[in-house]
């Protein structure tokens, strides 16, 4: 089982900057892709980008390729999601997601692989 806190959320104005964190805890530990998604009032909740504990490879969907960075400190066991530039439709509610333990260093928030979730972080962008 593994257990995701994410915390970070806020409001900002565009162009601004956030940084979200999701404290993950489980026992034993175990290498997983780790991903952030987000869903909009309204919308399909969407993939943001992933990576893999176990190592360093990481995944960026279009809408955020260049603005977002994923990374993850596992001596304290949390990957953050680092938001620069932000813009009004990059409001949502933001939530970190782990799937079964795996080898390999490719990641992708393909939603249905995930299995173990947080409870979100609202984002909320002002222009």
């Known amino acids: 089982q593994v257990q995701l806190v994410e915390s970070g959320g806020g409001s900002v104005q565009a162009g601004g900057s956030l940084r979200l964190s999701c404290a993950r805890s489980?026992?034993?530990?175990?290498?997983?892709?780790i991903s952030w998604f987000r869903q909009a009032p309204g919308k399909k909740r969407e993939g943001v980008a992933s990576i893999y504990s176990g190592g360093a490879s990481t995944f960026y969907a279009d809408s955020v390729k260049g603005r977002f960075t994923i990374s993850q400190d596992n001596a304290k066991n949390t990957v953050y999601l680092q938001m620069n530039s932000v813009k009004p439709e990059d409001t949502a509610m933001y939530y970190c997601a782990a799937t079964r333990p795996r080898f390999g260093p490719n990641c992708y928030p393909t939603i249905n692989e995930y299995n173990f979730w947080g409870q979100g972080t609202q984002v909320t962008v002002s222009a």
């Open positions: 489980e026992f034993p530990f175990s290498s997983r892709c």
